[in-house]
């Protein structure tokens, strides 16, 4: 059996986060949302579990940080192509977040950018050539 990811972030407008996320790809899944929460599906395995501040108070005895003023986590998630990396930024500039808060990373055989989305988690987008990667990688 495949594991699966679920991803989970508070949200201080779950509406806005919602379509955000609807907006750059994912899909909600209505039996596991309401109105405290959305599951946001991107592939059979990964999932964003989207939560009010309420609603995610249950599950953690420490403080809720703000994403815009401090670093929790960095997600990243990957792309078939380079193109496709570019694409998703600018669902995501579209759709309401901010493209870019990270330098762009471009190595020929690897290519990211990022965004922020309306909370301030930030997400990585990458692509790789696996093949060129163990090409310029050093061996050992």
């Known amino acids: 059996m495949s ?12 509406a806005q986060a919602t379509a955000f996320y ?11 949302s309401d109105d405290t929460a959305s599951c946001m599906v991107f592939t059979d395995i990964i999932y964003v579990m989207l939560l009010t501040h309420e609603k995610f108070r249950q599950f953690t005895p420490k403080s809720i940080a703000d994403a815009r003023a401090v670093s929790e986590v960095l997600v990243c ?7 496709e990396v570019d694409d998703f930024i600018n669902k995501a500039i579209a759709a309401g977040g901010r493209g870019d808060p990270s330098p ?3 190595y020929g055989f690897m290519y990211g950018r990022s965004f922020e989305d309306p909370d301030g988690h930030i ?10 990667a ?3 990688m050093p061996q050992g």
Request: hydrophobic residues 50%.
């Open 104 to 106: 762009v990373q471009d």
């Open 123 to 132: 997400w990585e987008v990458m692509w790789m050539d696996m093949e060129a």
């Open 3 to 14: 594991r699966q990811i679920f991803v989970n972030f508070p949200v201080s407008n779950l």
């Open 134 to 136: 163990k090409q310029a």
């Open 22 to 32: 609807e907006a750059v790809g994912a899909q909600k899944n209505p039996m596991f």
């Open 77 to 83: 998630i990957s792309a078939a192509e380079k193109q």
